[in-house]
């Protein structure tokens, strides 16, 4: 893929490379995002430890607490795995959801599919392949208990308390005394601390100054008698250089003494002058490299812009023609998904219309309405046989009938008929 180069050496600060054929940007990650995860293990940590997880979870399990590292670098896959499970259990159960505790035997997919399932539904963004968690540690296994823990937080209803400052009494305003003024007071102070300090004989000065005053009243006393010195000069020289050590006078630095501050300001400021020259010089050098190399990219761009122009514009072409080709394909695919909307349909009427055939079908194959017409016919037949017969038993019974009552009706004739001849005889 074609790129315009910046003086930077990336585009928009980023470096970015192309998918052949896709169009797709993918952004390069920086070089610190290696070392992300042991951020985010760091505050994991912190995060179970205001979960309480110490004595509610592993001292129940006896399990051992894990370092600030424990997820981010490789030691045991097995354990790391067993310790990823169990605290995203616990978690889960933390943040309101229930969620069975894992055993060691079980399908490792099925745990990490739960607890991906779990945590899409918290809201939270699981694109990486559920691979990525079966080795116990990583990026990805510290990010999913960092959110989960979170989630757990915002169940409890955690929240940041002000902070309670002890309270200090007051005590008495002492005056600060300059250590910067030098007072006779303190040097007597330094003379006593090392009077008490070191076993060596220095001369008090307020032994002195009442020795002094001493003489000097004995001498306003005795002005007349002293009017000549009659101590020896070698025994005078001789008791000064005993002397002599007793009488040394040792003023102790002391750092706070802005007479000492403004010599060091001094000091640093001669050490800069002096350092400056000679790092202006690599400066300056540095400047005109950087300058030189800045002038030497330009350059390089510019030939290099002229040198694939023409690639880039038909990089430019390539892209109109693709996105040209993904609009028809959109068209396209809009009347494919038409038609095939109005293929089910015609698909379900010929479903149904074949069913109906198949039930019609069915009925005229079916010949048990001719069986049931044949009993009926028959037994109409035998009915009509017997009712035939009782219509030939009652005709015989009318025929007797009437035989009987023609010949009663013939006798009775007859019998009329006699007596009157013989009357008439």
Not at 39 to 61: A, F, G, Q, T
Not at 237 to 251: A, C, D, F
Not at 382 to 407: F, N, P
Request: proline share 4%.
């Amino acid at each position: 893929a074609a790129a315009v180069v910046t003086p930077s050496g990336l585009e928009d600060g980023v470096s970015r490379s192309r998918g052949e054929g896709a169009g797709e940007v993918v952004v390069e990650r920086g070089p610190g995002a290696a070392y992300h995860m042991f951020v985010v293990m760091e505050d994991l940590v912190e995060k179970l430890k205001l979960l309480h997880y110490e004595e509610e979870l592993l001292r129940k399990n006896n399990l051992k607490p894990p370092s600030r590292h424990y997820f981010a670098l490789p030691t045991n896959p097995g354990e790391q795995f067993y310790m990823f499970c169990t605290l995203a259990a616990w978690l889960i159960n933390k943040a309101g959801r229930p969620f069975e505790q894992p055993q060691e035997y079980d399908d490792p997919n099925a745990t990490i599919s739960n607890i991906l399932s779990e945590l899409r539904s918290f809201g939270r963004t699981a694109d990486f392949p559920p691979s990525k968690l079966k080795s116990g540690y990583g990026e990805h296994v510290c990010y999913v208990l960092d959110c989960l823990a979170e989630e757990a937080l915002k169940y409890i209803g955690f929240t940041w308390k002000r902070p309670t400052y002890p309270v200090e009494e007051l005590e008495e305003e002492t005056v600060p005394e300059d250590d910067a003024e030098l007072t006779l007071n303190k040097v007597d102070e330094e003379f006593v601390e090392e009077e008490t300090d070191n076993e060596e004989n220095f001369i008090d000065l307020n032994v002195l100054k009442a020795q002094t005053y001493r003489l000097d009243m004995n001498e306003s006393a005795k002005q007349e008698d002293i009017l000549e010195s009659t101590t020896d000069a070698a025994e005078w020289n001789l008791e000064v250089e005993r002397v002599l050590p007793q009488l040394k006078v040792t003023i102790r630095t002391d750092n706070k003494d802005w007479r000492i501050h403004v010599d060091q300001m001094h000091q640093h400021k001669s050490g800069i002058e002096s350092a400056l020259k000679e790092t202006k010089g690599f400066l300056d050098k540095l400047h005109n490299e950087i300058s030189r190399t800045l002038e030497k990219i330009g350059s390089r761009e510019k030939y290099i812009n002229n040198q694939l122009e023409h690639l880039v514009q038909e990089y430019r072409a390539a892209q109109a023609q693709l996105s040209e080709a993904r609009e028809r394909y959109q068209q396209g695919n809009g009347g494919v998904t038409e038609r095939t909307r109005l293929l089910s349909e015609v698909t379900e009427e010929l479903e149904k219309v074949k069913q109906e055939m198949e039930e019609k079908g069915s009925s005229m194959t079916d010949g048990a309405p001719l069986v049931k017409i044949k009993q009926s016919l028959t037994k109409l037949k035998q009915e009509t046989v017997q009712m035939d017969i009782r219509i030939g038993v009652v005709e015989h019974t009318l025929l007797q009938s009437k035989l009987k009552e023609k010949s009663n009706m013939t006798r009775d004739m007859h019998a009329t008929i006699i007596p009157e001849s013989a009357i008439g005889s």
